[in-house]
């Protein structure tokens, strides 16, 4: 996973050291190779579909491993509040 990210709410580069961007968001795209246009990822190719190489769940968080068709690689996570259905809390 790369340690540079882009912010999905604002579009800024962001750092995986970081808990947040500077907007407060920490859902972000983890690659150097794929850029935000209008809210949506795009590939460097400038594909904008891609398949889905894993899903994993957390407590508070979820990350998808995406590929696109000319093999780049990158990760989505994205954080969800308590009120989210999916989240859940430790025992």
């Not at 580069?13 to 972000?28: F, L, M, N, V």
């Not at 935000?36 to 891609?50: H, M, T």
């Not at 899903?55 to 780049?72: A, E, K, M, P, Q």
């Not at 690689?73 to 025992?91: H, I, L, Q």
Request: net charge positive; hydrophobic share 25%; proline share 1%.
């Amino acid at each position: 996973m790369s340690k540079t990210g882009i912010c999905l709410k604002c579009g800024s580069k962001t750092d995986i050291s970081e808990k947040a961007c500077k907007c407060g968001c920490k859902d972000a795209v983890w690659s150097k190779k794929v850029k935000l246009v209008d809210g949506e990822i795009v590939c460097e190719c400038g594909n904008r579909k891609f398949r889905c190489n894993g899903h994993f769940d957390f407590t508070d968080r979820y990350v998808n491993s995406l590929i696109c068709d000319c093999g780049n690689a990158f990760s989505v996570e994205r954080y969800r509040s308590k009120e989210d259905m999916y989240y859940w809390d430790e025992p």
